[in-house]
């Protein structure tokens, strides 16, 4: 007798939570790295080297990661299209 493992369908809740999951992390982890490299480089060509505009940019970087994947779990059909 044997046993066979249950094969779960690719199509699942679980497997789309997990999908939206890896993009919104996917995606704010980016706009804060290019929140960073835009305030360090606001920090060393403008502001003589003070700390504030990198926080800055990492606050916007995180805050725009945040509002996109508020509109992601909040989306019916997954992840977002954009229409021309």
Do not use: C
């Not at 982890?29 to 060509?45: D, M, R």
């Not at 003070?50 to 994947?69: A, K, Q």
């Amino acid at each position: 007798m044997s046993t066979e493992s249950q094969v779960v369908p690719s199509g699942t809740s679980q497997n789309l939570l997990n999908d939206k999951w890896d993009v919104v992390l996917s995606n704010t982890l980016i706009k804060t790295g290019l929140g960073f490299g835009g305030g360090v480089l606001a920090s060393i060509l403008l502001f003589k080297r003070r700390s504030f505009p990198v926080w800055l940019g990492i606050g916007f970087g995180l805050g725009r990661g945040y509002s996109e994947g508020d509109a992601i779990f909040r989306s019916n059909h997954g992840l977002r299209t954009v229409k021309a």
